[in-house]
């Protein structure tokens, strides 16, 4: 018997006008796509604190994507940019945690990219398939190590976050 | 947990029944999931008898939260929370898993979409026990209304305001009301005189008792909300005073200053320093061009001053600020036409007898600077052929991706112009001929009908360098006739470019003052699409016309009428309810370190100076929880969206990873724990 | 696997072109309208597209379209499409020479592999060398021409008698046979 | 003083003579060091590309990574090396797997190339290097009355690199102005020669040269200047075959720009090269002198 392939957990941060519509378009157009991504809607992907994604990964999530409008299209504005800028700040302290890069993706997509939005979700669960799984909770001790870990992070992070015009 | 939750499994017909096992999972959520008191699944839970299934179990199993496993909230959110409203229920304690858009209808495999399935229930079960009770607030709408631009998409929302009886503030940057419209000679696929059917509208509203025109005005500055907004508008100097001023036109006449008019006549015709821009415009009152005048280079003239009959010119009259309190605002601000020069190989401005679209279309005009004869750059010698080339700046990815709607049929009026004009052979080379409203296509069938020539090839450059007989002193058109298979050269003596429509340069910045968001192009953007095209994300903000995306007069009409008929239902309404996601800010928690501040688009969080902390103006707030992940305190909480609701989501989208009884949850070997 | 189509081999040896793919082409003629030695083509530019895209590969691999392309760039820079046109008649090119499969009568293939030849023993190109392959296949009355032509240019000292070569020439080998294995000599 | 890594490139061993003369000699004079590549190889023209993708760039390659040793820009002034380098280091730059492979090809004569060098065509280091004013600074002869049709051909512009105008360029005219020649409108000076049609068609290659050589002349040049061997040997040294296939009775010079440059620079005619035309440069010998 063949062996099982290892079928890893995504979590998706889902903004409410682009990404959310995408995927709404997306099953619409009963395009399929691999069935590891669970999306929760976000109002916008500006408000996707990087502790959910610090959550998601340790509760046992293998990867995360946070998607939203593209540059220039948010409706409000220009928060996607901010979350840019979030997601920027949030590979580097992964890394710095020892994550793969591929186990996050920002991705953009508008109301009318169901497609691209599908090859995108397709993308990134075959490159955190062969990354295998992430395991953090089981890699880490149980004594709140990565609590920790997640608390001195949020920490950094609302220090460094914005910088006031 | 103390909540009773109701579960509720959309079959959708065979949409998700056929993919989920839908009874399975009802069985599973009702057994498995914490706080669930109420599990069922029924054929189409948005039908009547559906929602009362959730209303009989609220009433009688006494519910307190409601899931409803279906499809995306965007289609039927509403429905539900309206249930839950009839039965007593805050709506707000209700939550959608879309397990028709995000599971049955792109998931293969039955078994793996029904564990999908019941991760997202489980999600939504998690969150929902977490949800507070909201309610919508109430705010006053002033039944004023901005409308912004005097095209024809502001002139005809402003009308079918003022003629309901509302007041209607219209800005005009220009002189006069018109816009483009005012610009042309014939309209497609009518020939109606462009003048003959604009003029008398733009009278109108000149004279309505319900519309204060401000022509040769901006709007400075917009702050409010829905229903509230607060308007700032720039009346830029006449230097002619408009109580006094009668419209007779003896200045203009006396003006001994004559320069090029590169605005309504397309650089193809002069006006004085003093002018307005057309004979039948609206105000007729005339403006000082303080650039060109004599008198403001260099302190002489005044020869309008001196001829005046009831002195009504004012050399010293200054910018002047007039503040408006309005409760909505239409944006009709239209489009800029793309620079042909951005192409050199066409030729414009390097070869004489390239015109643009609009330069010809002024030429056609009776009234334009040759009198509606079509002749050559000399300005006598009339064309024997004339090509005319689509798609100049559309439908390329070098320059604008997105078809400019309007140029096949104008080309086909310009076509039809020629031949009833002149004795001229006319070409049309075009990509694809995109005649599809009412009427277009027997228009084109009519051109074909008058012997205009159509080649299917974009034009690859238009050339003064003769090569064969025949092309010595023409204009040739190279062109892969497509249809075909073979590049033509065609000598003709007037090129016409059909420019693309594309936004107005400061499309951006307007559209940040407005608070309402631009595509990737520059087009404003709609609140949807197809379903709500004159709306935009911020409520009380309409867009109409042009500025929205290339389209004719007719869909520039209708959206004109639309947004005024959107205008008149929130006036009518008298309130408006202001969604209550938005964000709060704990005050005890809140360090006054202001990083939030500078991240609201709406300018929604203010500093309170003397209680050293950020306060959010819920009714400017839109929502989108920006602040909320960047406070380093979390003293700023977002409605319906909080950390904990989230959190909880997360954790029960992951409850077969966490509990580790997941039937494809990975298998993986402990590892040693690192030291 | 599902056998790639034409269109996806082709696209497959565009290394340079990371531009658009043939399948965005709108078949405007753009290309075709632009081309200067369309004249001599049997099939435009736009065609030839259209063709690979309708899976003619017999037909495109035996038309002259991609070997007159006089590699001038000008259908590439203007494409509304942004495909670039002209990397894919080298991609064409490329293909026909592996595949061995061309119009007969052309002397393009035939030019393309001395050209290549000449370089490999010598590091750098030699006119005189390259002239030999053209003359199988021309008429009598331009060899003539080119004679003279030639034999001007001799005469103003701008035709070199021997053949040019790199210092390295050894190493310069080796490391083209760590790309593409040499023909034993 | 400025200094550059200079590609002849074959053709200005042989059939370019006087074009590689004229490039060494007004460089020197405006102070620009062209230090000759010391083993360069061919670039693989446009033929190379033909066979080949990867191999085409490894011969590119080879001649950046000896550059790049010497730390110094690459210059061209044949149009098709230029075009060739300069697409291969933009490639080189932005695919590591491309450069893995063909670094691994040149460690065979103990090179490497990582990115680090610019090429540019000749022109442009006369264009944006030295520049005009510098330039007309230097000028000793200026060409006045002299009609120049400034030839620019393709690959000098073509494929597009940045947001040059690759349709109605103005940096040749320029050039012309500023050593006090005149350059005449022509309207095909970014069209085709044919030059590497001669070989597999010739007749369309002639009359491509026909095209450009009429129209030169309807514009009243006394000349054609160019900046790339392949356009100057194809419309001087064909001439006579154009004017055998067509009929007409073309007699126009075609020089380089370098040797217009070298004359008003006040460099000797012989030392530019001139003299080997096979359409004799007449009108330039009020300037020779």
């Not at chain 2, 027997?442 to 003064?464: C, H, Q």
Request: with cysteine; proline share 5%.
């Amino acid at each position: 018997m063949a062996e099982e392939r290892f079928e890893p957990k995504i979590v998706a941060f889902l903004c409410n006008w682009c990404s959310y519509r995408a995927a709404d378009l997306a099953g619409t157009a009963r395009i399929k796509y691999q069935p590891n991504v669970r999306m929760i809607r976000v109002m916008c992907s500006g408000r996707v604190d990087p502790t959910f994604v610090l959550k998601a990964l340790a509760l046992g999530a293998d990867g995360v994507m946070i998607a939203g409008c593209h540059p220039g299209e948010c409706h409000y504005l220009e928060q996607n940019y901010k979350a840019m800028r979030r997601f920027s700040m949030l590979k580097h302290s992964l890394r710095a945690l020892g994550l793969e890069e591929d186990r996050v993706r920002l991705q953009w997509a508008s109301a009318a990219e169901g497609v691209q939005l599908a090859e995108a979700i397709n993308e990134m669960v075959d490159q955190v398939r062969a990354l295998g799984p992430l395991n953090w909770p089981g890699n880490w001790s149980e004594d709140g190590e990565v609590e920790a870990a997640i608390e001195r992070l949020a920490e950094e992070h609302a220090e460094a976050m914005e910088v006031p015009a | 947990m103390t909540e009773k939750v109701g579960v509720y499994i959309c079959h959708c017909g065979s949409n998700i029944a056929g993919v989920v096992d839908v009874e399975e999972v009802a069985k599973w959520a009702g057994e498995n999931l914490e706080g669930v008191a109420v599990s069922r699944e029924y054929k189409f839970m948005c039908s009547s008898l559906g929602q009362e299934l959730i209303e009989d179990d609220i009433k009688n199993e006494g519910l307190t939260r409601v899931v409803v496993a279906a499809c995306s909230p965007h289609l039927h959110e509403r429905t539900f929370r309206r249930a839950c409203a009839n039965a007593g229920l805050n709506p707000y304690l209700c939550h959608m898993a879309s397990i028709r858009e995000q599971v049955s209808w792109v998931v293969e495999d039955n078994e793996v979409a029904t564990e999908k399935a019941k991760a997202m229930i489980a999600g939504a079960v998690n969150r929902v026990q977490l949800h507070e009770e909201l309610e919508p607030s109430l705010v006053p709408v002033n039944p004023n209304t901005l409308v912004v631009g005097g095209g024809i998409a502001g002139i005809q929302a402003s009308l079918e305001l003022a003629d309901a009886g509302y007041p209607v503030y219209l800005v005009e940057r220009e002189p006069s009301i018109g816009g483009h419209m005012a610009q042309f000679d014939k309209t497609f696929p009518t020939l109606d005189c462009a003048a003959c059917i604009l003029t008398p509208k733009m009278s109108d509203v000149g004279a309505h008792p319900n519309i204060n025109l401000l022509s040769y005005s901006e709007v400075e500055e917009v702050s409010g909300y829905v229903g509230n907004f607060s308007v700032r508008i720039k009346k830029k100097a006449k230097y002619v005073d408009e109580e006094l001023c009668t419209g007779c036109g003896i200045c203009i006449e006396k003006c001994p200053k004559k320069v090029i008019d590169d605005v309504f006549e397309a650089g193809m015709g002069y006006r004085k320093s003093i002018y307005r821009p057309f004979p039948q415009a609206v105000p007729n009152i005339p403006v000082i061009d303080t650039v060109s005048c004599t008198y403001f280079e260099t302190g002489k003239c005044k020869a309008c001053e001196i001829f005046c009959p009831t002195e009504a010119i004012d050399f010293e009259q200054q910018d002047s600020y007039l503040d408006i309190d309005v409760g909505n605002i239409i944006l009709a601000t239209g489009y800029d036409l793309f620079d042909c020069k951005t192409i050199p190989q066409y030729g414009y401005g390097r070869l004489a007898n390239v015109f643009t679209s609009l330069e010809f279309e002024r030429m056609c005009n009776a009234s334009g600077p040759t009198e509606g004869k079509i002749v050559l750059r000399d300005g006598v010698t009339e064309p024997e052929s004339v090509a005319i080339i689509h798609c100049v700046g559309s439908r390329d990815e070098n320059y604008n991706r997105y078809c400019s709607a309007i140029c096949c049929m104008s080309s086909l009026k310009f076509g039809h112009l020629v031949v009833e004009k002149t004795d001229a052979e006319v070409f049309s080379c075009y990509i694809d001929m995109r005649t599809n409203q009412k009427g277009y296509e027997e228009f084109y069938e009519r051109l074909l009908e008058e012997g205009m020539n159509f080649v299917r090839g974009k034009v690859a450059e238009v050339t003064d360098a003769f090569r064969l007989p025949g092309e010595e002193g023409k204009l040739i058109v190279q062109v892969e006739d497509t249809l075909l298979g073979i590049q033509r050269r065609i000598p003709v003596d007037m090129v016409i470019l059909m420019a693309a429509l594309e936004p107005r340069a400061d499309a951006r910045e307007v559209g940040l003052q407005f608070g309402i968001a631009c595509s990737m192009e520059g087009w404003f953007t709609e609140r949807h699409p197809k379903l709500d095209p004159v709306a935009t994300m911020t409520d009380g903000i309409f867009i109409a016309g042009a500025a929205q995306g290339p389209k004719d007069i007719p869909a520039v009409v209708a959206q004109g009428a639309a947004a005024a008929a959107r205008v008149q239902g929130m006036i009518t309404k008298g309130t408006v309810e202001i969604e209550p996601v938005v964000a709060t800010i704990t005050e005890e928690m809140c360090s006054g370190c202001r990083i939030c501040n500078t991240l609201c688009p709406f300018n929604a969080i203010e500093y309170l100076e003397d209680k050293e902390v950020s306060y959010i103006n819920t009714a400017l707030c839109k929502g989108c929880g920006t602040c909320v992940a960047a406070c380093p305190a979390q003293a700023i909480s977002g409605a319906h969206y909080s950390n904990e609701q989230i959190f909880a989501e997360i954790e029960g989208l992951l409850y077969d990873v966490i509990s580790g009884n997941g039937a494809k949850a990975p298998q993986v070997e402990q590892e040693p724990v690192p030291a | 696997m599902v056998k790639p189509s034409f269109s996806d081999e082709i696209a497959n040896l565009l290394h340079a072109s990371h531009g658009n793919p043939l399948i965005t082409c709108i078949q405007c003629g753009t290309c075709s309208g632009t081309c200067p030695a369309v004249d001599y083509m049997d099939h435009t530019p736009r065609r030839i597209i259209g063709m690979i895209r309708a899976n003619l590969k017999d037909e495109v691999l035996n038309s002259n379209t991609f070997w007159y392309c006089a590699s001038c760039y000008h259908c590439t820079v203007r494409c509304p499409a942004q495909i670039d046109i002209a990397e894919t008649m080298y991609a064409l090119k490329r293909y026909s020479i592996w595949k061995r499969v061309h119009q007969e009568g052309l002397v393009g293939p035939t030019f393309s592999e001395t050209f290549v030849k000449t370089i490999l023993r010598s590091g750098r190109s030699f006119e005189p060398i390259l002239a030999t392959s053209y003359l199988f296949s021309a008429g009598v009355r331009e060899l003539i021409q080119e004679g003279v032509t030639a034999t001007k240019m001799m005469l103003k000292g701008r035709l070199p008698m021997l053949p040019p070569r790199i210092k390295r020439l050894d190493n310069f080998k080796r490391m083209v046979s760590r790309v593409i294995p040499l023909e034993a000599e | 003083m400025k200094e550059y890594a200079y590609f002849p490139g074959c053709s200005l061993e042989q059939i370019g003579l006087s074009y590689n003369q004229s490039s060494v000699e007004t460089t020197k004079v405006l102070g620009v060091e062209l230090k000759e590549l010391e083993d360069w190889n061919c670039c693989g023209a446009t033929t190379y590309f033909h066979v080949d993708e990867l191999l085409a760039y490894t011969l590119c390659a080879r001649n950046l990574a000896m550059a790049e040793k010497d730390s110094l820009d690459l210059v061209a002034p044949c149009s098709a090396c230029y075009k060739n380098s300069y697409f291969t280091n933009k490639h080189l730059r932005e695919d590591p797997d491309l450069a893995d492979h063909i670094n691994y090809a040149l460690e065979e004569d103990d090179l490497s190339y990582s990115g680090q060098i610019e090429v540019k065509h000749l022109m442009e280091v006369f264009y944006c290097d030295v520049g005009l004013d510098e330039i007309r600074d230097k000028v000793k002869k200026p060409l006045e009355g002299l009609k120049v049709a400034p030839y620019y051909g393709c690959q000098i512009l073509r494929p597009k690199k940045d947001d040059e105008d690759v349709e109605q360029a103005e940096f040749f005219e320029e050039l012309m102005s500023a050593i006090g020649a005149e350059p005449v409108p022509y309207p095909l000076k970014l069209k085709c020669c044919g030059g590497s049609l001669l070989i597999s068609n010739r007749i369309a290659a002639l009359s491509m040269v026909r095209n450009l050589l009429q129209n030169a002349e309807d514009n009243n040049a006394d000349v054609i200047a160019t900046a790339c061997p392949m356009c100057q040997v194809n419309l001087e040294c064909y001439q006579p075959q154009v004017n055998q296939e067509f009929g007409t009775k073309f007699q126009v010079p075609v020089v380089y720009f370098t040797q217009l440059m070298g004359l008003a620079l006040g460099i000797r005619g012989k030392k530019l090269g001139i003299g080997k035309e096979i359409v004799a440069a007449t009108p330039l010998e009020p300037y020779t002198t």
